[in-house]
């Protein structure tokens, strides 16, 4: 959490000059009790209305000057609240666009959103009330006390007694409530998942009749977070009595010793005034400094979320910077070659894939087939670094790939994930992903590459077509045609296509293919997929089954030697795909994702 | 919904806690009471200390006597008051909640389907929450506040009536230069909600893929426009917190005017000997002091409570959406296989564009149904009509020639079952998962059922098998994977007809014959409907229905449909 300072550095003056002002408020308001003693030992006493008149102009500029210190202490908290929590904010989404894919799965994106978000803007509200109040209440609380001594040492001896007590029993209740807040929010992200849950499972609850156990479990989550807020609820009921307690208590025994005083000559009623004000004036600090502390209270649990957040280090560094040039190595020797390649992900007990090598030669394009959860995708994952190999390596132009530069690596390399996810705005701004300077023509070119130009010029805007969050007014099968485009206009050395035509009808993703074969230039093209039509006239196929590296070969080969890619090829329909020149002619009729 | 009528729906939620508020208001009440008599006592007290050698102690220790009876009564009071508060709000707000949550689960899926979810988790959640705060805040400030008012006014008529009216007249300057402040601030929070709406939704996609992100090295250009919207925000920030933060300074001050006026007022009247007593002066600063606090905190609590209202209007209007129609003569029966037809059945999801026009069919007990067709064409739609998650706007459906209106939805549902091309998990263990439709199963039955789903050999290499904790939406499971575990829930109840609609589109093809093989078995005797767009998967179906906009344009065998040379056929030789 102390980390999190660091971000008021730069409004260091401001961040002291904010409660300095509050504290000379503070001050100004401190004098007033004893200016209304003196209005009543002296003005009353002595019968004197011009010293009572004259005692009313001082409290009233008293009043002016408190105020003008007031709205500037305002001001400076206000400014440096605000510049934290944009620098805070920055940072953390810096941060967070850091993190290696290891890590987001570990937080969770959902996680980092919240904390994005709801926990900065607590703790830029947080900041704020620290620098308005957090001096200011414990400040007049102490000067009250001081200014007890100053009016008659003896009785305030009481304030000495009290004020312990009373730090105590605020103290008390806010480090016994501290880690409940904390429980509360766990329980009340339990009911949150579950609601959320009901709505997206709304069919299958359904389906299986299961609305009962469902609420039933609702109930529960909701109970217990009922139970925990109960619980310190009833912890803080404590706060005001207790402390109206000790207050009142010492205000009856300031009322006692201070008589004896009087009695003794060594104090005027009005002093007893005074001394009664100020107990007073304790009490309300000290109501302040209780909501401020819950308040802080929040704010702390945040920052530590936030902290959280900034304690998890990328585990992947990208400390040096080889370049990946065009040029070397044309066609001769290999690429890119997996050497006994694997991972394992953190916590899995087996590895997703494990003992793959694999030669790659500039301008191959290379199959990769095998079943659900073969780690076709974990094999790709690691071509770009979005994931260390835990054995063995990848070695890109014979060097291992941790020897690139981030962007050097990720820039050479289209990637089309297999979920086609899109940003909110113009198809253009989303085709500029890997390149904001790619001119409009470069993006038709790959907007017709791959098999997305005639759709989105007949998009009302053409590539100026607004794409809504999440890419909900486009089909699945447009959606991941702009994906592959997206991938395209970088101008990659290397294009990774993870599953990613399976919103396509057979037709349209044997044009994409084509289309990319005659790209220019030699661009490697891993291609993914579960249908063999899909790779069968790669240069190379791996077939992967559990993980490991079960065939390799052409087609041809493949089906010679390998029983797992004969029966993947066996299973799908009659074998040889027809020429797909030929069957473009079906497509308009078949509305390009017939099947999306 | 009208405030009005919110609120009456809150009143129903308190009423059941009605003796606890009934308290609650007692000791509010007494802590009012004796909270503003201890100032006066106190006053008293003073006015027995007079000058040197003249206090009158033993008056004092009576006074004091009475004043420890009161703060005992003020702390006992506000304490239960706190305590009793704290019990209806968390109460009142669970009974809400878990009431709304029901609510949900009896909506038709026309609802859930049309409204964004996250808007309704957040009337579940968030507004839920605010309405908490609210009602806490109500609860113990608006009535003590309320009677705080009042018993100020009778103390300080009580004791003098014309500096009673100072007070009186002066303080409400406090409340309206406070009202002055709030109205021109508001523009600026509405800025400022906006801006950060802005940024959130940044967020929201730019951490929602932050794999995307680096896929492309967007990183900086999205600092960048991070950066951008998080300067103004900055900015309306600033504006809408500082405008706002002088609430309390100027009120402060325009406090410190009444105090004075009452204390140089006050004193002009006590030095005339007359009129009031230094200790009673005393009193009425310590009452010119709080005078303002109750009004202040009345406005919070009614900003506060405005607030909860509309939170909790939001809560009520979701639990005012009509739930699933229950047709006459509907009950429950127990669903056996039978035969299907549907009769001129009409229906659309948006009412003013037409989908299904008139759709025939007769299925006959046993026969496996297949259904293709473009995307939108209303496959979909007919099994969310077989299944009863949509009601027919016309014409009729019927299952053993009785119309599955008269069959309760539950009873319906237990005689199909369903494996959908959305995955849904719930969270919890891969064992969960998979006994979701019979909690009671035991761990052979859900392996065996896994088995024949072909989801063992990968469950088995999950970190810790069957009792592998799945995180929200399936965890890192891959979508095949995903989709393996909802057959496996399948395999584990079988009921009397299956509904498999798309049930295999991301197993990859080997699995998927196996699976297909398992299906096969399973449908031996069992009505079903397969919707698929992989045509492999349906030649063995009895009957295939191609449909179109709504309409089955073909219906025949694998081999009749491809003789046939139609839509049928034209598919078909695009998926070789």
């Given amino acids: ?596 | 919904m009208k405030s009005r009528d919110v609120i009456k729906r809150l009143l129903s939620y308190i009423e059941r806690y009605s003796a606890f508020m009934a308290l609650s208001f007692l000791m509010a009440a007494l802590s009012v009471v004796s909270t503003l008599y201890a100032p006066v006592l106190t006053g008293e007290a003073i006015d027995k200390i007079i000058s040197e050698g003249n206090v009158d102690f033993n008056g004092i220790s009576d006074i004091l006597l009475k004043l420890f009876m009161t703060i005992a009564i003020t702390c006992v009071s506000q304490l239960v008051m706190n305590l009793i508060n704290n019990e209806i709000t968390y109460r009142v707000v669970r009974d809400i909640r878990v009431d709304a949550y029901n609510h949900l689960n009896s909506l038709p899926l026309s609802y859930i389907d049309s409204h964004k979810h996250g808007d309704v988790v957040s009337r579940l959640v968030s507004d839920i929450d605010t309405l908490a705060d609210g009602l806490l805040m109500g609860f113990t400030q608006l009535f003590t506040g309320a009677l705080t008012i009042l018993g100020t006014l009778f103390f300080m008529l009580r004791i003098n009536v014309p500096i009673a009216l100072v007070v009186v007249f002066l303080t409400p300057l406090s409340l309206f230069a406070a009202a002055f402040i709030a109205k021109r601030t508001h523009s600026l929070f509405v800025k400022q909600a906006e801006t950060r709406g802005e940024l959130t939704s940044l967020v929201d996609e730019m951490v929602g893929e932050v794999k995307l992100v680096q896929a492309f090295s967007y990183e900086e250009e999205a600092n960048e426009r991070f950066a951008k919207i998080n300067e103004a925000l900055e900015k309306d920030s600033m504006k809408a917190t500082f405008y706002s933060s002088l609430t309390n300074p100027v009120t402060r001050f325009v406090n410190g005017l009444c105090y004075t006026a009452v204390g140089v007022i006050g004193a002009l009247k006590a030095v005339n000997g007359g009129g009031i007593s230094v200790g009673m002066l005393t009193a009425f600063l310590s009452y010119a002091n709080q005078y303002t606090k109750p009004f202040n905190e009345i406005s919070n609590v009614i900003t506060e409570l405005q607030n909860a209202i509309a939170c909790a209007g939001r809560v009520f209007e979701l639990k005012n959406e009509e739930t699933e129609k229950i047709y006459e003569g509907e009950e429950d029966i127990e669903v056996k296989d039978g035969d299907i037809s549907l009769e001129n059945v009409r229906f659309s999801y948006d009412k003013s564009r037409e989908l299904i026009k008139c759709l025939n069919l007769d299925v006959k007990k046993g026969m496996k149904v297949a259904i293709v067709g473009p995307t939108g064409c209303g496959k979909s739609t007919l099994i969310n009509l077989l299944m009863r998650f949509y009601d027919v706007d016309g014409g009729s459906i019927a299952l053993s020639d009785r119309d599955i209106r008269t069959i309760s939805r539950s009873s319906l549902r237990h005689g199909f079952g369903m494996v959908l091309q959305e995955t849904w998990l719930k969270t919890g263990t891969v064992k969960e998962n998979i006994a979701y439709g019979k909690p009671d199963a035991t761990d052979e039955e859900i392996i065996a059922a896994a088995k024949a789903a072909h989801a063992h050999s990968f469950i088995k290499r999950l970190s810790q098998g069957y009792d592998t904790f799945l995180a929200e939406d399936g965890g890192a499971l891959s979508q095949g994977e995903k989709q393996l575990l909802c057959i496996a829930r399948l395999f584990l109840n079988i009921p009397p007809m299956l509904i498999l609609d798309e049930a295999t589109s991301s197993i990859d093809t080997r699995t998927e014959i196996r699976i297909q093989k398992a299906f096969h078995k399973l449908m031996e005797g069992r009505t079903s409907f397969i919707v698929a767009h992989r045509l492999s998967t349906i030649r063995e179906s009895d009957i295939i229905l191609v449909m179109k906009d709504g309409d089955i344009i073909e219906q025949g065998s694998h081999e009749e449909l491809k003789k046939k040379g139609g839509f049928y056929a034209e598919l078909l030789a695009a998926s070789v």
């Fill in chain 1, 1 to 596: 959490m102390k980390d999190l300072l660091k971000y008021l550095k730069n409004y260091r003056v401001r961040a002291v000059l904010a409660p300095l002002f509050k504290l000379l408020e503070a001050s100004f308001e401190l004098l007033v009790p004893l200016v209304m003693a003196a209005i009543i030992d002296k003005g009353i006493g002595n019968n004197d209305k011009a010293y009572i008149f004259k005692m009313g102009a001082v409290m009233i500029a008293l009043g002016v000057v408190g105020l003008t210190c007031s709205i500037t202490a305002q001001y400076f908290s206000a400014r440096t609240a605000m510049g934290f929590g944009r620098e805070l904010r920055a940072d953390l989404f810096r941060h967070i666009t850091s993190l290696s894919y290891t890590e987001v799965d570990k937080l969770g994106a959902s996680t980092l959103i919240t904390r994005m978000t709801n926990d900065v803007n607590q703790l830029q509200t947080g900041v704020n009330m620290f620098l308005r109040l957090f001096l200011r209440s414990p400040f007049i609380v102490f000067g009250a006390c001081i200014m007890a001594f100053t009016v008659d040492v003896k009785v305030a001896l009481i304030f000495v007694i009290a004020l312990p007590v009373l730090v105590i029993i605020v103290f008390g209740i806010m480090f016994k409530s501290i880690p409940l807040y904390k429980k509360v929010q766990g329980k009340l992200d339990t009911v949150l998942l579950k609601s959320r849950e009901s709505l997206s499972g709304a069919r299958v609850i359904r389906a299986f009749n299961r609305e009962r156990t469902e609420e039933e479990d609702y109930r529960k989550a909701t109970e217990e977070l009922t139970h925990e807020q109960l619980f310190v609820g009833r912890i803080s009921a404590f706060l005001n009595p207790l402390t109206y307690v000790v207050i009142n208590l010492s205000i009856a025994a300031l009322v006692w010793f201070g008589g004896e005083q009087v009695d003794l000559g060594l104090l005027k009623q009005g002093g007893v005034y005074a001394l009664v004000n100020y107990m007073s004036q304790i009490l309300v600090e000290l109501v302040k400094l209780a909501n401020l502390i819950i308040i802080e209270m929040k704010t702390i649990a945040s920052a530590n979320r936030v902290a959280e957040v900034f304690a998890v280090k990328s585990s992947m560094s990208f400390d040096k910077s080889a370049s990946l040039d065009e040029k070397t190595n044309a066609s001769d020797g290999a690429f890119i070659s997996f050497k006994n390649a694997g991972l394992t992900y953190k916590d899995a007990s087996e590895p997703s894939v494990t003992g793959i090598n694999l030669e790659v030669r500039r301008g191959e394009t290379i199959g990769v087939i095998g079943g659900t959860g073969s780690g076709k995708s974990t094999l790709m994952n690691l071509i770009p670094r979005f994931y260390d190999c835990t054995e063995g390596s990848i070695e890109i132009d014979g060097k291992p790939i941790s020897d690139y530069g981030m962007e050097e690596l990720r820039g050479s390399i289209g990637i089309v994930p297999q979920k086609a996810a899109l940003f909110s705005g113009t198809i253009a701004d989303n085709l500029k992903l890997a390149d904001s300077n790619a001119s409009d023509e470069e993006l038709e070119i790959a907007l017709k590459t791959a098999q997305a130009y005639d759709f989105v010029k007949e998009k009302p805007g053409g590539l100026k077509h607004f794409i809504e969050q999440k890419g909900r007014n486009l089909s699945g099968g447009q959606k991941q045609r702009l994906t592959i485009a997206r991938a395209l206009v970088g101008k990659p050395q290397i294009l990774i296509l993870d599953d990613s035509s399976s919103a396509l009808d057979y037709a349209t993703d044997a044009a994409l293919r084509k289309a990319i074969k005659e790209l220019p230039g030699e661009l490697t093209v891993f291609i993914v997929s579960q249908r063999t039509a899909s790779i069968m006239h790669a240069d190379k196929i791996l077939v992967l089954d559990d993980g490991r590296q079960v065939g390799l070969g052409t087609h041809e080969e493949l089906l010679e030697s390998c029983e797992v890619y004969r029966e993947i090829h066996m299973s799908q329909d009659t074998g040889t795909e027809k020429d797909s020149s030929g069957l473009r002619s079906n497509r308009k009729s078949l509305n390009g994702e017939a099947f999306a």
